[in-house]
């Protein structure tokens, strides 16, 4: 007998997005932030920028939305989100591309494994500069361009569940992204102000290509085990839940951060 909750379907798009255009850093590959290009490109948007550090890895991604999808809008630019004029060049790019953009998902991240004591700086400032600073990097000069043009928008995060769990080895990307969700509250309350939504989610266990290639065995296999349904979430059930949070279907929302997870402790 099929599980539906061990074996979900790919569930179509509902025009949560109709309309409306979207950035994603972080989009090229077979993570989080393809799964959530390829759910807005199903969800209705009117076009599409997505960014990454890797050009060859863009340009096959850029092919890829295209042809599985039947969509042309799509464009991709290359950014590196510790460069802050990397960032403004990717967000002007994406202004002129799409005449204006409604939705930012900010899913560019970083993450090694590492015991505290072990840690160099180094090692530790690059995964905070990437995940963190790099969020609000690209965050405040969205809201500067937003601002400027005066019709509002919708700003999604991407943190993780360890901003509030712990995790050996992990010190370092838990204290990202515990920042990445303090950031995404407190910016929401002055975002208000210019009629723009912030809200972030917080996956637990997300089973992309490069995890399962990266990660040891055993180590994925004690994660899985924590969650109430055995297995990680698939990268577009993650982006799923940032679809929503970018729509008005979420229009009473701003400063959440949702744990997109079905771990019980």
């Given amino acids: 007998m099929n599980n539906p909750i061990r074996n979900p379907e790919y569930v179509p798009g509902h025009g949560l997005l109709k309309g409306k255009s979207v950035l994603i850093t972080a989009a090229a590959g077979a993570g989080i932030g393809f799964a959530a290009a390829r759910r807005a490109i199903e969800?209705?948007?009117?076009?599409?920028?997505?960014?990454?550090i890797h050009d060859g890895r863009l340009r096959q991604s850029v092919d890829a939305l295209k042809k599985e999808t039947g969509f042309d809008a799509v464009w991709g630019k290359l950014c590196n989100v510790v460069n802050e004029d990397n960032v403004r060049e990717l967000i002007d790019f994406a202004e002129e591309r799409l005449s204006g953009t409604d939705?930012?998902?900010?899913?560019a991240g970083l993450g090694t494994s590492r015991k505290?004591?072990?840690?160099?700086?180094?090692?530790?400032n690059r995964v905070l500069d990437v995940t963190l600073n790099g969020t609000m990097r690209m965050?405040?000069?969205?809201?500067?361009?937003?601002?400027?043009?005066?019709?509002?928008?919708?700003?999604?995060?991407?943190?993780?569940v360890l901003g509030w769990r712990?995790?050996?080895?992990?010190?370092?990307?838990?204290?990202?992204?515990?920042?990445?969700m303090?950031?995404?509250?407190?910016?929401?309350?002055?975002?208000?102000?210019?009629?723009v939504r912030i809200n972030a989610v917080a996956p637990s266990l997300a089973m992309h290509a490069m995890l399962r290639k990266s990660a040891p065995e055993e180590l994925l296999k004690e994660l899985e085990d924590k969650e109430a349904y055995g297995r990680g979430a698939e990268v577009w059930e993650v982006a799923n839940v940032m679809m929503?949070?970018?729509?008005?279907?979420?229009s009473y929302m701003t400063g959440e951060v949702l744990s997109v997870s079905s771990q019980q402790a």
Avoid at 141 to 150: I, S
Avoid at 168 to 174: G, V
């Fill in 116 to 124: 505290l004591i072990e840690m160099e700086d180094d090692e530790w």
């Fill in 244 to 250: 929503f949070l970018a729509s008005d279907y979420a």
């Fill in 103 to 107: 939705v930012l998902i900010n899913n």
């Fill in 139 to 160: 965050t405040r000069y969205m809201l500067q361009v937003m601002q400027k043009r005066g019709k509002g928008g919708s700003i999604v995060n991407n943190a993780s």
């Fill in 182 to 195: 303090a950031l995404t509250r407190c910016s929401a309350l002055e975002a208000v102000e210019i009629g």
């Fill in 166 to 180: 712990a995790q050996k080895e992990q010190a370092h990307y838990a204290a990202a992204k515990a920042g990445v």
């Fill in 43 to 52: 969800e209705g948007c009117r076009g599409i920028v997505i960014s990454d």
